[in-house]
């Protein structure tokens, strides 16, 4: 069982330490701000925890049944997949389309019970935004372009496997929606040592993963080493229980 991508979408969170620990304040990607919204970094809902992508590893107790709420990662990996969009595009039918926009989310559970054991029900979801300018589309209309693109998601063969659906509209150029939903369960046991929580799948596959439990709300981060003694967080998966 992997996370990475939490953010999936082709392929998603304070101060450091925990319960009054110090610390360097984090950051996401390479001296950056965390990005869990559209392209210029903007989350939409403003109910989700603000500290998505702003919470250094720090262990605690992750015993309780949780319920995924965010996802975000950094302006680096944001990048890092604007320019893959663009090869992608390179290679495509239509080399001019570009990148608008992206916004991953989660949702689903996460129960982990006092005899070692856990369950997995998540799904990695939200939107790409991509523009498909009219040099491509040689006169065809928004709404058959729709059609022609969710033909190639129903028949399996469109190039992004966790797109579900897409909608265009325009008029002489077409901006595309594509949303993202790609479901994963699992079970197994866990430990956790210090601020790594380790998952033991019933495939036998075992997952280490950097978290973090502060109050009600449990961050699964994928980190890195940054500058001056930080770690880097490149990604956040939130989840919060009553």
């Given at each position: 069982?992997?996370?990475r ?15 009054g ?13 965390c990005d ?7 989350d ?25 709420v ?6 680096a ?10 090869t ?10 570009t990148l ?16 070692g054991?856990?369950?997995l ?21 928004c709404?058959d372009?729709t ?7 129903d028949?399996?063969s ?17 901006l ?19 601020n ?7 495939s ?8 973090c ?16 003694g930080?770690?880097?967080?490149d990604?956040?998966?939130v989840?919060?229980k009553?």
């Amino acid at each position: 069982m992997m996370f990475r991508g939490t953010i999936v979408l082709l392929c998603a969170g304070g101060l450091a330490g925990c319960g009054g620990g110090g610390g360097a304040a984090p950051t996401c990607g390479a001296g950056q701000p965390c990005d869990g919204g559209d392209a210029g970094g903007n989350d939409s809902d403003a109910t989700l925890p603000a500290t998505c992508g702003n919470v250094q590893p720090c262990g605690g107790d992750v015993v309780g049944d949780w319920t995924f709420v965010d996802a975000c990662e950094s302006a680096a990996n944001v990048a890092a997949f604007a320019a893959t969009f663009a090869t992608m595009a390179a290679e495509s039918w239509c080399p001019s389309q570009t990148l608008v926009a992206r916004k991953p989310s989660a949702t689903g559970s996460f129960l982990f019970d006092t005899a070692g054991t856990y369950s997995l029900a998540l799904t990695f979801g939200g939107y790409l935004d991509f523009n498909l300018p009219a040099q491509c589309l040689a006169g065809v209309s928004c709404e058959d372009t729709t059609a022609g693109l969710q033909a190639q998601i129903d028949a399996g063969s469109y190039p992004m496997p966790n797109v579900s659906s897409i909608a265009c509209a325009g008029t002489s150029s077409c901006l595309c929606r594509a949303t993202v939903n790609s479901p994963r369960s699992d079970s197994g046991t866990y430990s956790v040592s210090g601020n790594v929580l380790t998952l033991t799948a019933t495939s036998g596959i075992v997952t280490d993963k950097s978290y973090c439990v502060r109050s009600n709300t449990l961050h699964i981060l994928d980190t890195s080493p940054g500058s001056a003694g930080q770690t880097t967080i490149d990604s956040d998966l939130v989840a919060m229980k009553p």
